[in-house]
């Protein structure tokens, strides 16, 4: 029987990894191939959203477990991968930021690769993960047997790599002459830097949106999927049970993702919400300036958002879900090819 669990959440995946037993037999082991998915909302087929089309997504719902009830950790990739890596919520963990490294908090924790290492298990992986800011530079080297990202993503060979994640030309060319403009400068973070290269370059210097007719190896996460495809080639064939993750980038911003995908969406067909207001006497901690969005070169830094860019920017997540959907049955379909689905937990 085909044992796999959706993990919807960082906290629905830290609290039930299938754990093996440690006396099982190498080969009674279940491997375990994990997808981290940067930014995902439940807005997916699964929850009840027809208005998201997630096929992949669903079809390994229902061969498992939805997790109704969860929530993040912390609305921060550092802290919340940390805990959903070791199990232990950010107050044990001490990572609550950017810059904390989790093992000089805790240089003693056992995360949830390393413990399939202590029984038999190979474990590696590539894409995001961790976040590396917040482990050593090898991604938490007690983590992995075979150092993690040794598998490289596989982009196209027909199609130019993306430059800092983006294809288009005129975002090539202003991404150039922002660069030139501000290298050597220090930026208090990647929001920082965005912010600079727009008032450098122009609205297209780093934009929170891109549509491209390019194939879906051209951008990280079809490579990644390819790659990962490559690595489950590797493990299947070796004589232990493997833990391997594969971390997609979408669908955090920008909102990038090939042509095809922003295609499944009608964007006349997108409603924005419909209360725009601040509420009557708010509480204040509930109502930010959207920081990391208005570091993108074509959103304006003050002022509400207007709603044809409300509208192209959930057409943007849309897309770049859809796309990531996709991804995930690559996989899905490379363990069946394999013949290893129903030894692998998910």
């Not at 009830?69 to 890596?85: D, K, Y």
């Not at 725009?276 to 509400?304: C, F, M, T, W």
Request: with cysteine; hydrophobic share 40%; aromatic share 8%.
């Amino acid at each position: 029987m085909r044992r796999r669990e959706f993990m919807a959440t960082a906290t629905a995946l830290a609290a039930s990894a299938f754990i093996p037993q440690a006396t099982a037999a190498p080969q009674d082991k279940m491997n375990v191939l994990m997808i981290p998915v940067d930014d995902l909302k439940p807005l997916l087929g699964c929850y009840g959203v027809k208005e998201l089309l997630t096929p992949h997504i669903d079809r390994l719902a229902a061969q498992g477990t939805v997790f109704l009830n969860n929530s993040c950790q912390q609305a921060v990739c550092g802290p919340t991968r940390a805990s959903l890596m070791t199990g232990m919520y950010p107050d044990t963990t001490g990572v609550w930021d950017l810059k904390t490294r989790m093992r000089d908090v805790n240089p003693a924790v056992i995360s949830m690769p390393q413990y399939f290492i202590e029984q038999g298990y190979e474990t590696t992986g590539l894409g995001k993960t961790y976040d590396p800011r917040c482990v050593d530079k090898k991604l938490d080297e007690p983590s992995w047997s075979i150092r993690y990202g040794t598998q490289k993503p596989l982009y196209s060979t027909t199609a130019p790599r993306p430059m800092w994640g983006y294809h288009h030309p005129e975002t090539r060319a202003a991404k150039k002459k922002g660069n030139a403009a501000i290298k050597g400068k220090k930026f208090r973070s990647g929001s920082a830097r965005n912010r600079a290269l727009a008032e450098a370059a122009g609205p297209m210097a780093a934009p929170a949106t891109e549509c491209m007719d390019v194939p879906d190896d051209a951008f990280p996460d079809g490579a990644l999927a390819k790659g990962g495809c490559a690595m489950l080639e590797k493990l299947a064939k070796a004589d232990k049970p493997f833990f391997l993750s594969v971390g997609f980038v979408k669908p955090h911003l920008p909102f990038v993702a090939p042509k095809k995908y922003w295609d499944l969406y009608d964007p006349a067909k997108i409603k924005i919400h419909p209360f725009q207001d601040k509420a009557k006497d708010p509480v204040d901690i509930a109502y930010h300036n959207s920081g990391e969005l208005r570091s993108y070169s074509d959103i304006q830094v003050k002022g509400d958002l207007t709603e044809a860019q409300q509208i192209r920017l959930i057409h943007g997540y849309r897309a770049c879900v859809s796309y990531v959907d996709t991804q995930v049955g690559v996989l899905l379909d490379k363990l069946e090819e394999l013949g290893i689905a129903d030894k692998t937990v998910v």
